[in-house]
């Protein structure tokens, strides 16, 4: 399966997924696993703690592509700047896995600190494009998705829709991405 980013041709690549083994993280491995990518996956479940940002950055950064999806207090935005840092410059892509209510005017008081980790992340990502041409940065802010059984869309159809909003190719750069479920369909 042939894959274009920004242009370049990418037949094979090796991914790297913090949280592979669950939810989105899950998908996202399973997806990009069938299309014939190797996967290097970083979980809690296997051992790997992504607070340990010098360490699990070590791991990802031999890949072509990391999907920076677990979220542990701030350590997820700390892992994607030390990435960014050793990757500067070279001709690899970071997607940033956020969440639609970094850019909601309000959110209940439960989801303040989770709002206030993913706004971090949204904030880090915009100061980092604009800093460098490589790698790669995009912002993909899941709207509700159900990957912990209270509902939304399917998980595995969002995560199709996410690489199939990549796989083009077009010489376009998707800095932002928020995709979630709507009621109804807009037949185009």
Known sequence: HTVYLNKIKVTKMK??????????GQ?????LEQRGHTIVGISRSEGENIRRV????????????????AISQYAQTELFFEVW??????RKWIWNIGSI???????????????????ALDESSKQLQNLSSW?????IRPGHINTQGR??????????????????????????????????????
């Open 15 to 24: 991914i790297a997924i913090t949280g592979h083994k669950k939810g989105i």
């Open 135 to 139: 790698p790669k940065i995009t912002v």
């Open 54 to 69: 010098k360490h699990t950055a070590s791991l990802i950064e031999s890949c072509d592509l990391f999907i920076n999806n």
């Open 27 to 31: 998908a996202f491995a399973k997806q």
């Open 151 to 188: 509902g939304g869309a399917d998980v595995d159809v969002w995560v199709k829709s996410v690489l199939n909003a990549f796989n083009t190719d077009k010489e376009i750069h998707i800095t932002e991405l928020s995709i979630g479920p709507i009621d109804q369909r807009i037949p185009i």
């Open 85 to 90: 840092q050793r990757w500067k410059g070279q």
């Open 101 to 119: 209510v970094s850019i909601l005017p309000k959110v209940p008081e439960e989801q303040a600190e989770y709002r206030i980790q993913k706004v």
